[in-house]
């Protein structure tokens, strides 16, 4: 996670999007500490201003909790509740949130194309190897790889609004898997995605377009 911060956007922003997907990548559990804000800004070599920015981003979004004092830090935040953009997702189903996904999925596939750098197209191929050798691990381990996956598409996403919508999906998703089937018998759903990794990174608006209908319907999941 280490290295320059791409300049598209703020270096504010664009770290706390870079902190946003460690702690996804690396399933961080809830109250999790990520260290110091010393620490943080050193590993990452930003400047006090650009660091406290992109915490203030994170807070907001109910990303990491700041505590200050002796054992304090910056850690994964708890969020008792489920709010974005002053909706309370408490109450949604997992069906509700796998119609939404379906509909955001082509825009998070059009920006994504848009910003993806072969360096993001390399690291989700490396996803796509991942969810491959998880299928002979187990139903659940291939799904979290999935949800891995999509995430890593989402943060190429600039807006901030679409993303943090989707990412919101995909979190309520994942604590669901209990609430799906994976259709093991559906062999073609990796060829699925390194067709959609490949079209994202051609940015071609009809081959894209074939792609994301291709993977919508050979969905690995469906409702239980």
């Not at 703020?10 to 690396?26: F, G, H, Y």
């Not at 804000?37 to 915490?55: C, D, H, I, P």
């Not at 949604?92 to 197209?121: M, N």
């Not at 979290?144 to 990412?167: E, I, K, M, Q, T």
Request: aromatic share 4%.
């Amino acid at each position: 996670m280490s290295g320059p911060i791409a300049p598209r956007v703020s270096r504010a922003e664009a770290l706390a999007t870079r902190l946003e997907a460690e702690i996804s990548a690396d399933a961080l559990q809830p109250g999790q500490r990520l260290g110091t804000k010393s620490e943080l800004r050193e590993r990452f070599g930003v400047a006090a201003g650009t660091f406290n920015e992109a915490m203030r981003i994170m807070v907001i979004r109910g990303v990491v909790d700041a505590r200050p004092g002796p054992g304090g830090g910056v850690f994964v935040a708890r969020r008792p509740e489920r709010t974005i953009l002053n909706l309370d997702w408490s109450r949604s189903t997992l069906g509700d949130c796998a119609e939404l996904r379906a509909v955001l999925e082509p825009a998070i596939c059009r920006h994504a194309a848009a910003a993806a750098t072969p360096a993001d197209i390399a690291a989700l191929t490396g996803l796509v190897d991942q969810m491959e050798a998880a299928r002979a691990a187990g139903e659940q381990d291939y799904l979290r790889a999935n949800w891995r996956f999509h995430g890593r598409v989402a943060r190429l996403v600039d807006s901030v609004p679409l993303r943090s919508v989707y990412l919101t999906l995909i979190d309520l998703l994942a604590r669901g898997l209990d609430d799906f089937a994976f259709e093991d018998e559906d062999r073609d759903a990796i060829a699925v995605h390194r067709e959609l990794v490949a079209a994202i990174g051609a940015g071609e608006d009809e081959r894209l377009d074939r792609a994301v209908a291709a993977h919508m319907a050979r969905s690995p999941l469906q409702s239980a």
